[in-house]
Nanobody, 122 residues
């Protein structure tokens, strides 16, 4: 499966932003999907994941009250709605997919998108 992330940008603290990740090449509903991020000088970290059907979602603790992951398998797309953004959310955000993970799966993921930059100014 090929993944293409989009939707990043420069926003102010408190703003909202929605990232999209379009999948192609295989039946997307066969994959769990997730979002990761990597801030400058830091390791890539898990942010949110969603089950194959979209019915079950799980998050990194410090984003679960602000971020919402969702997917539309008819459109082969997974989303990350980010509200109340903070400067510490600044990072390159990556979408990922894996055919074998279950609920709560945080990796390793087999397939990755190219990343989209999110910058939150204070």
């Amino acid at each position: 499966v090929q993944l293409q992330a989009s939707g990043g940008g420069l926003v102010q603290a408190g703003d909202s932003l929605t990232l999209s990740c379009a999948a192609s090449g295989r039946t997307f509903s066969a994959y769990v999907a997730g979002w990761f991020r990597q801030a400058p000088g830091k390791e890539r970290e898990f942010v949110a994941g969603v089950s194959r059907s979209g019915g079950r979602k799980y998050y990194k603790d410090d984003v679960k009250e602000r971020f919402t992951i969702s997917r539309d398998n008819a459109k082969n797309t997974v989303y990350l709605q980010m509200n109340s953004l903070k400067p510490e959310d600044t990072a390159v955000y990556y979408c990922a997919a894996d055919p074998s993970g279950g609920y709560g799966y945080r990796g390793p993921y087999d397939y990755w998108g190219q990343g989209t930059q999110v910058t939150v100014s204070s």
